[in-house]
C-alpha cells in the first residue's frame, strides 16, 4: 500500500492508495495494480436492507408541491426523510449498481447532477441503520477531542453518569392503546374541542379577573415564596409527562406506534419526560400536525383551567400557587408553539410542515455558514428554500438574542427593585 | 553451493554488517545459490519454511492471499535486504507470506541446520549477527503497524465512512 504523498496543496491528506496482487489463470503469472480508496468508493455496490426490513411513505406538501418521504427501518424503528432525488437513489441501491453508475443513472433521469448528494445520502443511511450511532453534541465532541485533560475528562464522565439515568419503556405502546381505548380516544374527538374552546374562554374571563386582583393574588404567594416556587415546579413538571402521554395518545390514534417512554437527562443537564413517537412521520401530514399540536394544547387547556379554578379560591398560597401554575402552563404553550429557536420543538414540526422543509434546521445553518456569502459576493437571487432558510435563521437569531435580553433585563430590574 | 565469495555483497547485507570477515568466509560455503525467472513463485504462503534469503539482484514482491486471485502486496525487496526468516526464527514454522521474482532475480539461501552450525562456532559473531536480526524483525513489525493503519484509513475512504463528524 502506498500514499501519493502525505498532503495535497490545499492542505487536504491525499487519498490512500492499496496495492493488490491478482494472478492469471493460468501458471504464477500476475499483475500489480494499485487502487485509490476514491476509486473504490465509485466501484462500491450499496445494497439497502431487505424489503421486508423497510417501509417509505410518500409526505405530501401539496401547497408548495415539494415531495419528500419517510424511510423507515422496521427493524431498528430509526426513520429518515428524503426527497424526491434521493428516493431515486435509494432505489438504485440495490447491490448491484456501483456508485458510478448510480451517479451515471442520475445524471442521464434529472440532467444534471452534484455528486455531495450521494455521500450525504450514504451517510443518512447508515447513521439511520446503526442503532448505537447516537446524536453526539457538539460539547461531547470537544470533551472526546480533550481527554488528556483531566477536568475535560471528568466533566465527559458526568455526562456520561447523567445520561445513563435513563428510565425507559419499550414496551409502552400497548399501555397507551389500552389508555386510549379506555377514554384517550375521547381527546381526539369535536368534543374534546368544544370543551378545550370553552374552557379557554373561561381561561380569559378568569386570567382578566386574577389580573384585576394581581395584589392579593401574589401576597398569597410572598408570603410563601419557598413552598410557592417549589410547589409551582413540582406541578409543571408532573403536566410535562402529560404532555408526553398526549403526544404518545396522538400517535396511537393514527395508528403508529410508540417506541418508548420515559425519563432522561437531556443533553447530561435537562431533566425530561418524553415518547419516542418517531412514527408518526409514516402518517399523513394532517396526523403530524396534531400530534405536534396535542402536547401544547394540553398546556394550553391546563394554564385556562387553572385560571378558572384560581378565581374560585380565596386569597392565599393556594390561589397564588393555582394562578402562577396557569402563568406557567400558558407560557408553556407558547414557548412549545414558538418554531424560531433552532430547537426542534412542537411548533417547530408545525413550521417545517407549512413550509415543506424537513431538516429547516440544519439547513438553514448549513446555507448561512457555506452558501450565504457566495451568494452575496455574486449577488445572485435566493431559491424559495433558501430565502426559507435564512428568514428561519435570522427571526431563530433574533429570537435568542431577544430573550436572551429580556432575562438580562427582568435580573437587572429584580435586582435594583 | 555459492561459486565465489562476495564478501562485498555480504556486507552490504545488514545481518552480516557486524560480523567478522573470516566468519563470513566461514559460513560462505553453506550459501546456495537460487535464480528465478519472473513471475517464478519462490514459495507460498503456509509452506513448510526451513531457509532464509539473501537477494543479490533482482526484486521480490512479497503479497498476502486476500481473495480467490487476488492477493495485497505487503511490501518489495530488493537487493541486499533479508526475507524468510520469520519461518526459522518464528514460533510457526511455515512461510506467512507468498514471495515471487518480480523480475529476473538472484538469490542466496542459508537454511537451518547451517545456521545452526554458524551458531555453535562462532557464538559472539551470532550474537552480532542475531542483534541485526533483532532491528530487522522490529522494522518489519513498525512497517505492519503503519500498514495496518493505511489500510484502515483506505477502508474508511473507500466505504465513505465519516466517523470524525458525523
Not at chain 2, 545481518?15 to 559460513?27: C, G, P
Not at chain 2, 513471475?39 to 537477494?55: K, M, S, Y
Not at chain 2, 505487503?74 to 526475507?83: A, C, Q, S
Not at chain 2, 536480526?133 to 518489519?140: E, S
Request: with cysteine; charged share 20%; proline share 3%.
Amino acid at each position: 500500500m502506498s500514499e501519493v504523498g502525505d498532503k495535497t496543496t490545499e492542505g487536504r491528506p491525499k487519498r490512500t492508495r492499496i496495492e493488490l496482487l491478482v494472478r492469471q489463470t493460468d501458471g504464477d503469472g500476475f499483475e500489480t495494480r494499485e487502487i485509490a480508496s476514491g476509486v473504490a468508493y465509485l466501484h462500491s455496490r450499496p445494497q439497502r436492507i431487505p424489503d421486508a426490513d423497510w417501509e417509505m411513505a410518500r409526505l405530501p406538501y401539496a401547497r408548495q408541491g415539494v415531495v419528500t418521504y419517510a424511510l423507515k427501518n422496521r427493524r431498528t424503528e430509526q426513520i429518515i426523510q428524503i426527497s424526491e432525488t434521493e428516493k431515486f437513489l435509494w432505489e438504485q441501491m440495490d447491490g448491484h449498481a456501483s456508485l458510478q453508475e448510480i451517479a451515471t443513472a442520475y445524471l442521464l433521469h434529472f440532467g444534471s447532477f452534484d455528486f455531495e448528494i450521494i455521500p450525504t445520502l450514504i451517510v443518512k443511511l447508515l447513521r439511520a441503520d446503526l442503532l448505537t450511532m447516537r446524536p453526539v453534541s457538539r460539547l461531547r465532541a470537544v470533551l472526546a477531542r480533550n481527554r488528556r485533560n483531566p477536568a475535560a475528562r471528568a466533566m465527559e464522565g458526568t455526562l456520561h453518569a447523567l445520561e445513563r439515568l435513563t428510565v425507559t419503556s419499550r414496551r409502552s405502546h400497548q399501555f397507551f392503546e389500552r389508555v386510549y381505548r379506555y377514554g384517550g380516544f375521547l381527546l381526539f374527538t369535536p368534543w374534546a374541542i368544544a370543551l378545550l374552546a370553552l374552557m379557554v374562554g373561561v381561561g380569559i374571563v378568569s386570567g382578566i379577573k386574577i389580573w384585576h386582583n394581581l395584589g392579593e393574588v401574589t401576597q398569597g404567594l410572598a408570603s410563601h415564596p419557598l413552598v410557592a416556587i417549589v410547589l409551582v415546579k413540582v406541578v409543571f413538571f408532573l403536566t410535562l409527562v402529560n404532555h408526553q402521554i398526549i403526544h404518545a395518545l396522538a400517535c396511537v390514534h393514527y395508528k403508529r406506534r410508540v417506541r418508548e417512554f420515559g425519563f432522561t437527562i437531556l443533553h447530561g443537564f435537562i431533566p425530561t419526560f418524553y415518547a419516542d413517537v418517531t412514527d408518526i412521520f409514516m402518517a399523513t401530514r394532517r396526523a403530524r400536525v396534531v400530534n405536534a399540536v396535542a402536547g401544547p394544547l394540553f398546556h394550553l387547556f391546563m394554564g385556562a383551567f387553572c385560571f378558572w379554578l384560581a378565581t374560585l379560591l380565596e386569597p392565599g398560597l393556594m390561589q397564588g400557587f393555582i394562578a402562577a401554575s396557569a402563568i406557567l402552563q400558558i407560557q408553556s404553550f407558547f414557548i412549545s408553539l414558538y418554531p424560531f429557536c433552532f430547537l426542534e420543538m412542537d411548533g417547530y414540526h408545525v413550521l417545517v410542515e407549512l413550509v415543506g422543509v424537513p431538516s429547516l434546521a440544519h439547513d438553514s445553518v448549513r446555507f448561512v455558514r457555506e452558501s450565504l456569502w457566495r451568494r452575496i459576493r455574486t449577488a445572485t437571487w435566493l431559491t424559495r428554500q433558501e430565502a426559507i432558510c435564512l428568514a428561519y435563521f435570522v427571526l431563530s437569531l433574533v429570537s435568542i438574542a431577544g430573550f436572551v435580553l429580556l432575562n438580562v433585563w427582568l435580573l437587572t430590574s429584580a435586582g435594583s427593585s | 553451493m555459492a561459486s565465489l565469495p562476495e564478501i562485498g555483497f555480504l556486507r552490504r547485507v545488514v545481518l552480516f554488517k557486524e560480523v567478522e570477515e573470516q566468519v563470513i568466509l566461514a559460513l560462505w560455503p553453506s550459501f546456495r545459490e537460487r535464480r528465478l525467472k519472473k513471475g517464478d513463485v519462490l514459495f507460498r504462503a503456509g509452506d513448510p519454511g526451513e531457509e532464509l534469503f539473501l537477494i543479490k539482484d533482482g526484486g521480490i514482491v512479497v503479497s498476502k492471499p486476500v481473495t480467490g486471485r487476488v492477493e495485497q502486496v505487503l511490501t518489495r525487496l530488493t537487493p541486499g535486504e533479508v526475507f524468510g526468516e520469520m519461518s526459522l526464527f518464528g514460533d510457526e514454522r511455515r512461510r506467512s507470506a507468498t514471495c515471487q521474482a518480480e523480475v529476473d532475480t538472484m538469490l542466496y539461501s542459508l537454511d537451518r541446520d547451517s545456521l545452526n552450525r554458524f551458531v555453535a562456532s562462532s557464538p559472539l559473531a551470532a550474537a552480532k549477527f542475531f542483534q541485526q536480526m533483532a532491528q530487522v524483525a522490529f522494522k518489519r513489525l513498525r512497517d505492519s503497524s503503519n500498514l495496518v493503519a493505511e489500510v484502515t484509513r483506505w477502508g474508511l475512504e473507500a466505504t465513505g465512512l465519516d466517523i470524525e463528524h458525523k
